[in-house]
């Protein structure tokens, strides 16, 4: 839409000739690529740190250098850097989950640096559940050790092998085979299971 000099001076402003052209508060729909429905209707999710790491492992020495100099500065960076990656795939692996994201990424390097290791936050504080839910998520197991801790839990709820082999749709023989005592004593607290 053009604008004369005379339009400037006048009563009939740009403002104006936008509401006439279908404008909202005097700025053309032209002019700006989106509309007001259209603002914040996007969902935007951020992969965990774990999922990130799983598609580009070599990120973790990306990250791990610019914490440290973050950290310890440009000087120890590389150093803090690497020793801490050492750590890191000596005594975590890659399938760790890093629940605390870049968090505990960040106060892992601290905590290596400073003391030249670094304790994650305790296992036993998730629930034996949700680690084997982690487990089968994170691929980290055998067939044999999924189908062990899943016989597991499935004995845990049903009490008994039967049960337990019906809902599996395999024999009880297996199941009774497969139970792990020490999981299952995690599992229910200690109470034994009557059919034991």
């Not at 024999?171 to 995690?186: A, F, M, S």
């Amino acid at each position: 839409m053009a604008v004369s000099d005379s339009d400037e001076l006048g009563d009939d402003t740009i403002a104006e000739k936008g509401e006439a052209d279908g404008a909202e508060d005097g700025v053309l729909k032209d002019e700006v690529p989106w509309t007001k429905d259209r603002l914040c209707s996007d969902v935007i999710e951020t992969p965990s740190l774990a999922a990130q790491l799983r598609d580009a492992p070599e990120e973790l020495g990306h990250l791990l250098r610019f914490l440290s100099r973050r950290i310890a500065g440009d000087e120890e960076a590389e150093a803090v850097a690497h020793e801490t990656e050492a750590w890191i795939t000596k005594h975590l692996g890659a399938d760790y989950p890093w629940p605390g994201n870049v968090r505990e990424l960040e106060q892992c390097v601290r905590n290596v640096m400073v003391r030249g290791e670094y304790r994650p936050p305790r296992a036993a504080a998730r629930g034996v559940r949700e680690e084997l839910a982690g487990a089968i998520l994170a691929g980290s197991m055998t067939a044999d050790e999924m189908l062990r801790r899943y016989c597991t839990l499935v004995f845990a709820q049903t009490g008994t092998y039967q049960e337990t082999a019906r809902r599996l749709g395999i024999d009880r023989r297996t199941v009774k085979e497969k139970v792990d005592r020490t999981l299952l004593e995690h599992l229910t607290g200690g109470v034994r299971s009557p059919s034991m």
